[in-house]
Every structure is written in structure tokens, then in C-alpha cells.
């Protein structure tokens, strides 16, 4: 789960997921590992023509947009083409002929192969846990800071040009690492031995950097996103498409408008097969990703709305919204394959391999539902697997709610609006009500997707193209037929990670050997001595047999001066500790006696300063474990308090509760104690009068 908290739930709810996810134990925390990611990256937009390669597959197809993308997959953005990728707190952009393939995407981890062509990385928000790498014939490039990197691969892979237009940025290959800076343009090659062959200015934005500065000045003045949690993919669609209107029941809700009549949630697109989650819903719509993936649908009474994940509160408990593929219940109704969307407060299901944890974060992270429901219903459908039918969902009876297709179209990615089926309403009021998906083999080409097999394809030696890596990927999914196979054996349910991990061909695991890890860094080159090496290196003055300049050298023309100030980078900085005088060089010798002592010298100096930055690294490392042991400590302290203070609350709360239930039970029992006086003293209809009660009569003194 990610730890990086964007999405508003109530108190109670996260109290109670906080001290599940923190008590479930190794047995939890092994479950954990077995669940899928909680995001995936969304195609947003394709201009011109952009292919798409599932994981294990060889077939290239027509990319859709709002195709979720994740571990294996590949895309090919053809001449005069771009594409748009989307993963909450960043964006992908890609130029003309380039080659992009997820080696991993995790939770926290986006690590990227480019082979080629024009990456464009725009990082909103940087956790302390997040990685983003993109690794490339040259080098692996690593992103310290939020910001707007730029990485391009010259067609035949030779160089790698890294512009970091905001941020701060490493390279990494061939045992050395270069530290870059805000406003450079650095050019590297080779790839057993990392070589910076050239490095400039910032230089002025052509129509590609237009174009993405674009896309994100529409991302940063969203509207939608006063109403919506950040990590909500595909927010900024809706600006345009709908209205937002607030409720007394859900809060603010989004209406989507110009729909034509009879429209419903998951009525206008496809069900394609994405590993791990199984079905997943492709909407045709641009709009058509978050309230898909995201939130719950409500019938208002005359229109639907999207009730979403809300944004953060000041002073609230939050858990990142989590991605699902597809928010819906499923109608039993013969051999057509029948849904409807989930309204608020109601507990999505999973058909794939989960945790209780993953269940309960799902949820709590999308609607407003108490976790104790959340746990019921995963024990009883997911462990005791148990159908239940008495369920009322808010939805089913909503006009058009109910939409049907036949199984095959279903297990083929057949576009529904030519494959919609209708089933007779008093047939779909009595048919039950599922929680799970059903298990249908899907067809090949629902892996595959909807798309038309593609004539754009990246040439054979792209695709075969070395990369070098900083982090070892996983090994590659397996082939889509292995995965077939896998799920026929498996009756159609998809598969775990544990099952996936076991049907891994040696075969497949060969297509790593396109990934060389590069060897740990031993040499950091900051900005500051990259310039010197280059001034020095175009400096006549520093021939061999004459005597170095005294003077700084000058940066060589279009080169920035060295920074004033930026910031710190995780790894310690060659420059950082002022290094003892530099022997001169063994060319300034006079006597081969001295060339020898001097040459010994140069020796030693490097193993000095071998030594002195392993010192310093270690320093640093042992200074960063020591500082995050004390922020665990705090944010533990501040996590336990935050729980007290809440509990104090529910304390109070229920005993105000009960006083109140006490003084209402009192007065009630007064009220009636009164009303039962009256009704006997009280004469009784048409009966005379009683007579006064005589006095009594005293006898005369005798």
C-alpha cells in the first residue's frame, strides 16, 4: 500500500485501517506482497499513431485511450506522433519514434526503459519512498526531485541527452554517477564506461516542450480538483465535460453532460483482460477513466452523477485513492453477461487474488463505508466464499442501470455498442445479484485489447536494443499464450502473482539480458567538476609539459556558471570535502626517476580519495538511517496521539449518547406514568355522578 496519504475518508474508517494495516503481522505483511499495485498508468491522449504491446505479447495493436498500461507493457509512438501517459502525481509524454516499456510499476517504483526517442517526465509530487528511473542504451537516469526532465536516445542509440528544465537528476553507468542540476543539457555516451561528451544550456522550448507545457498548465488549474483527491488519474478530463452540483447525501457530485438518452455507467466502451486484475472496464468516452476507476455512480432522480474520492481536509487522517478496474456488481441472467455500477457506501469485491488489507484500502479510499462491513464481506465472499443475495444496491433499479452483452463478447474486448443485449426487466429483477466477477476464459484478444493490429511497429534493433539499469527489473511477465494456459487451468479466475511467478518460462526470463545492471557508482561527478574537467580539457594552456594555470578556467561559450545554491542530492559529492593537492602530472617530469615517484604518487592520491568517499558516503548513509529512524519515531508518536485524541472523541461521543438516550427514557416514563393517573381518576362516560361521602354523626352525651 502506498504510504503517501491525498485521500479524505472518515476518522473512524481510517482509525481502523491504520490499526489493521498495522497489526496484521507477518502473515499480512506476506499477503501484501501478493497484491497487485495500486495504480496503473493511463493513456490519455494519442495524436498520430501510437501502437501498444501488452506484457508476453508479439502482436502490436492500435492503442485505445484510457488503456491501462502496467508491468510489461510497450508503446510505440510512430512519425509525427505523440502520447500522453498519466500516473497521478506525474505525467509521461513521448515524441516521434520512440520506443517506452514499463519494466516495473509498482506502488511507489516507475521504472522505464526508453530506447529510443523523446521521454518527457513531469513529477508534481516526490515521496521519500518513490523511485522513478528511465533507463536507456547509455545510462540509467534517476529523478531526485519533483520537477520536468527531458530524455532523449538518438536513433541508433549512441548518446542519451538529459535536460533538466526543473529538478535535479542523476546518471548512472559504468561505475560512475553524475549529479545534474536545474538548467542543464548534458550528453553522455558509451556504455561500459559512462562518458559526458558534451553539456550546454538549457535550450529554447521547441513544439514538443509547448505542447507538454500545455497539457500541464490544463493539469494544474483543473477545477476538479477542489473536488477530487490528486492521486485521482484523469481528473482534469471532467472540466469541460460536466457540471459539479453539491449534495446533502454524498457531497459534490459530478454530472457528465451532452450523453445521449438511455445512458448509463459502463454502457460505452469494452472489457478488456489486464493482468493482474482480470476484466477491466475501457471506456470510449475522453473523459471516461476516473469515474470508471475511481469513486461511485448514484441515479440522482434525473441524471447520473459520479460521487468521487474527495481531496484532502486539513487536520484529517487520508489513504491515497486506489485504482480498481472496474467499480460494478454483476447480474446473474442466463447466458448473458449483465452489471451495474456500485453506488456510495457499498463494498467493491474483487475477482483477483487480494488481501483483507487491499480490500479494506480499495474501498475506504474510494466511498464513504465502514471498514467493519468492508471486513464482513471479505470474509464471507472472499474467504468463506459465500454468495449473498440480500443485498440492496442503490442502483439496480435505476432506469437503464442494468447493462447485459453476450459472453463471448465479453471474453473478446467486443465494443459494446455493437454487441449491447437486452434481457427482459422481470427477468433481471428476479436474477441474483453477484459481488465477484464471473470466471470466463477470456480469448486471446482480450489481452490484446480492442484495438486493430497495428502497422506501426518499432524497428527490430529498438526492440532488441540493450538498456543499462540502476535497479534490477523483474523478470518479464510471462507470453500471453503461457498466460491462456494458466488461466483455463485456473477456470477463468485471475491469476495471483504467486501463480504468475511459478508459469515463467526460462525463455522469458532470457528477454532480461536486454537489461545490463550497471556496477554501483564509486566515482560521483558533480556539476561543478564536470565543468572544470571540461574547461581544463579546452584549455591550451594545460598541454603536456606545461605548467596549469593558477587561475579558475573559464566555462567554455552557452555553458551556465556554477549555482549559487541547489539542493542537497542523496549522495555524497566528490566537491563536498576540499580534497588534499593535487600531485602534478607524470608528463611534467623531468628524470624518469621522478615520472616513476610521480606516477606513485597519482597512485596513491586515488586511492585516497577512493577511501575518503567511501568515508563519506557511509557518513551519509549512516546520517540518512539515522534521520529516518527519528521520523518513523516521530510520525509513530504522532499516529498513536492522533488515535488517543480520536478515541477520547468516540468516548465522549457515546457518553453524550447515552446521557441523552437516558433523559429521553425518563421523560418518557414520567409522560406515561401521568397519562395512567389521569385515565383513573378520570370519571367514566355517561356513568351519574357520585354522591359526597357522608359525614359522620356523633351520638348525644348521655
Sequence with gaps: MRARPVASVGPLCVTLLALSLAVGGPAAARADEDDPPTRAARLAFIQGSVSFQPAGAQDWVAAPVNQPLT???????????RAELQLGASALRIGATTALTFLSLGDHVTQLQLSAGTLLIHVRRFDDQDTYEVDTPNLAFTVLQPGTYRIVVDPDGATTTINIRHGQGEATGGGTAYSLDEGEDDVFSGT?????????????????DTWSDGRDDRWE????????????????????????????????????????????????????YVPPWGYTWVDDRPWGFAPFHYGRWIWTGSAWGWVPAPPPAPGAVYVAPVYAPALVAWVGAGATIAWFALGPREVFVPSYPVSRNYVQAVNVSNTTVNTTIVNNVYNTTIVNKTVVNNITYVNRTAPGAIVATTTT???????????????????LAAAPVHAVAPPVVPTRQALLGAGRPATAKPPASVVSRPVVARTPPPPPPPSLEQHLQALQKNGGRPLSLAQVRQIQSPAAASRVTHVKVAPPAKTLITPQAARATQAAAHNPANRPGTVPATTAPGNRPGTPPAAAAHPAAPATRVAETAPPARTPPPSQAGSVLERQHLQEQQRLQSQQDAERQRVQQQQ??????LAKQQADAAKRQQSQAELERQHQQQTQQLEQNQALERQQLEARQQEQHRQQQ??????????????PPKSPQRKPPG
Design 71 to 81: 508491468t510489461g507493457d510497450q508503446l510505440w509512438s510512430d512519425r509525427d506522433s
Design 192 to 208: 561500459d564506461a559512462l562518458v559526458e561528451t558534451a553539456q550546454y544550456a538549457t535550450p529554447a522550448p521547441d513544439p514538443f
Design 221 to 272: 488549474h483543473s477545477g476538479s480538483a477542489r473536488y477530487v483527491a490528486a492521486d485521482v488519474v484523469g481528473y482534469e478530463d471532467l472540466d469541460d465535460q460536466g457540471t459539479w452540483s453539491a449534495t446533502p447525501q454524498y457531497g459534490y457530485v459530478w454530472v457528465p453532460r451532452g450523453l445521449e438518452p438511455g445512458w448509463a455507467p459502463y454502457r460505452s466502451g469494452h472489457w478488456a
Design 409 to 427: 463478447a465479453f471474453a473478446s474486448a467486443a465494443p459494446l455498442a455493437r454487441n449491447r443485449v437486452t434481457v427482459d426487466a422481470h427477468a
Design 620 to 625: 551519509e548513509a549512516e546520517h540518512q538511517a
Design 678 to 691: 389521569v385515565r383513573v381518576v378520570a370519571p367514566k362516560k355517561g356513568a351519574p355522578p357520585s354522591p
